[in-house]
């Protein structure tokens, strides 16, 4: 019996102990299974992380993270709190089951084996909440540093903003100032349409240029004035020394040149260079006549044609380099504004010169009976002092030498007047004949 009940003992004994290992390994699985999702939640806010860094434009997102881990720290507390519930119902079981035979022992055992389990899961709590709670604020801290950059790109966007509207205004003005200058150029390109309106702007650059170098009309040169002996009627005439003249034609050949630059094909732009070209020496052979170069006029033996625009004469040179050699030859000078103002230029310091050269013997006469008349001013002064010096000496003899004399017998007067007691009347003067009366 007692062998029985030993046996008995035992088994409660071991089912005790089996039942607390059953009830430990459930506990550790409990725990392992926080564990998992404590390590769940580290991985999720890993990724979280890395999410803020690879996409700072997603703040939102960012926060309904955050709100997941809150629930999902809210169901492990939830789970705690039913794997507690679970624990104490199956203490009460053992408890209810094993009472009859051991039950101060089984208490014992239930107690240390809950009061271990909870302590393991409470510092498991403890530290996932921990680790929550530091991520959270570097979550927090991230999200400050987005707002931080957030705010500086919306004021970079905002300055980009300021920016563009500034480069708005100036391509605005820019926009008025080319429909301005389009408007002048049409204008222009109307005015310049007509030959007769051509040769009245390049006679008034030819004008400008003139009066630049200082060129006086009616003094320097003449305008469209017709030749003795021929109908040639030069646009100008310059005046030379020895009565000699310079005659010079303003030439405008626009028309080709413009063609040339608004044709769209090369064999359009040959055509209308050739043309330019035939016309600019066409225009040389029209100044070589007797009407402009003509010895018994006084005139000399070149005469200067004037292209008023410099893109114009350049062209031409470039287009054929042979052209002003050939000019030349001819007796043609070709010139733009440029070298229009140096030849015009040279010109008028050569009148001067010749001018200057012209009146030096009469600048030398002049200085000879100014050098004659000098020296006789010279002589008539010397003279003067000489008589200025004699006259001071006279001077000087009457203060005091005749004075001298003159006051000596009045002074013995004097004393003969003190000697004898005579008064001496001040109110006696002298008539004109040096009596007293």
């Known amino acids: 019996m007692t062998t029985d009940i030993g046996l008995l003992v035992s088994g409660l004994v071991i089912g005790s102990v089996l039942a607390s290992l059953i009830l430990y390994i459930v506990l550790s699985k409990k725990a392992a299974q926080a564990e998992g999702e404590a390590r769940s939640a580290e991985a999720i806010n890993n990724e979280l992380r890395q999410q803020i860094e690879q996409k700072t434009g997603e703040l939102a997102r960012t926060q309904n993270e955050l709100q997941n881990e809150s629930q999902i ?14 624990l104490q119902s ?10 009859t035979i051991s039950l101060e022992a089984l208490s014992k055992n239930s107690a240390e084996f809950l009061k271990l389990a909870e302590e393991k899961l409470k510092s498991s709590t403890v530290e996932g909440s921990k680790e929550l709670e530091g991520k959270k604020d570097l ?4 999200i400050k540093e987005m707002d931080k950059t957030l705010s500086d790109v919306k004021q970079k966007i905002a300055d980009v903003g300021k ?17 301005r200058l389009r408007d002048t150029t049409e204008h222009l390109k109307q005015a310049l349409a007509s030959s007769k309106k051509r040769g009245e702007w390049g006679e008034r650059m030819a004008e400008d240029i003139i009066n630049l170098t200082g060129m006086v009309e009616g003094i320097n040169y003449s305008k469209q004035k017709t030749l003795d002996g021929s109908s040639g009627r030069p646009d100008y005439t310059f005046f030379m020394p020895n009565h000699l003249k310079i005659n010079m034609d303003v030439k405008f050949p626009l028309d080709n040149y413009m063609h040339y ?3 769209s094909t090369n064999h359009d732009r040959k055509r209308y260079k050739d043309e330019l070209l035939k016309n600019t020496k066409t225009m040389i052979k029209q100044v070589t006549t007797r009407e402009y170069i003509n010895p018994s006029d006084n005139t000399v033996d070149y005469v200067i044609i004037f292209i008023p625009n410099e893109q114009v004469y350049s062209f031409i040179n470039e287009s054929d380099i042979t052209i002003m050699d050939e000019a030349l030859r001819q007796k043609v000078i070709l010139c733009s504004p440029f070298t229009l103002y140096a030849v015009l230029a040279v010109v008028r310091q050569a009148i001067e010169n010749f001018n200057l050269e012209r009146t030096a013997s009469e600048i030398l006469e002049l200085l000879g ?30 203060v005091t030498t ?12 004097d004393e003969l007047r003190k000697q004898k007691a005579i008064a001496f009347d001040s109110n006696l003067k002298l008539d004109e004949t040096g009596a007293i009366k």
């Open 73 to 86: 720290r809210a169901a492990l507390e939830a789970k705690y709190h039913e794997a507690e519930k679970n």
């Open 90 to 99: 199956m203490e009460k079981e053992l408890i209810d089951k094993f009472s």
């Open 139 to 142: 979550i927090d801290k991230s």
């Open 163 to 179: 920016g563009n509207i500034e480069v708005s205004t100036l391509i605005k003005k820019h926009e008025d100032v080319t429909l």
């Open 261 to 263: 630059l608004n044709a």
């Open 369 to 398: 009976e100014f050098s004659k008349q000098w020296n006789a001013y010279k002589d008539k002064f010397r003279m003067m002092g000489e008589r200025l010096d004699a006259a001071k000496r006279e001077y000087d003899s009457l």
């Open 402 to 413: 005749r004075s001298n004399m003159l006051e000596r017998p009045l002074r013995k007067i």
